[in-house]
Nanobody
């Protein structure tokens, strides 16, 4: 069973940067894709970014395109989310997730990102 542990959240001023990490463990890391989601207070969870391990294709929500970059290190079983030019509306709990091919089926515990104006 895959276990996901996020890290790297914190508080930053608008315009700042943070890098989130998500380390996977528990079985051979052969997930089809990994992604990041977020949930702001009082809002639904929303997709942020994803990466396919085969080929490295990446996908982004329109709200983060050009500011966030997802990347992965297969050797370390880790996926990263580099977040630049952060805005107060990026404040949320960020979760990583894995998809073995049948949908997002494993979730981390989340890491909080707070952006102040």
């Amino acid at each position: 069973q895959v276990q996901l542990v996020e890290s790297g959240g914190g508080s930053v001023q608008a315009g700042g940067s943070l890098t989130l990490s998500c380390a996977a463990s528990g079985r051979r890391f052969s997930t089809y894709r990994m992604g990041w989601f977020r949930r702001a207070p009082g809002k639904e969870r929303e997709f942020v970014a994803a990466i396919k391990w085969s080929g490295g294709t990446t996908y982004y929500a329109d709200s983060v395109k050009g500011r966030f970059t997802i990347s992965g290190d297969n050797a370390k079983n880790t996926v990263y989310l580099q977040m630049n030019s952060l805005k107060p509306e990026d404040t949320a709990a960020y979760y990583c997730a894995t998809d073995a091919g049948l949908g997002w089926d494993r979730w981390g515990q989340g890491t909080q990102v707070t952006v102040s104006s």
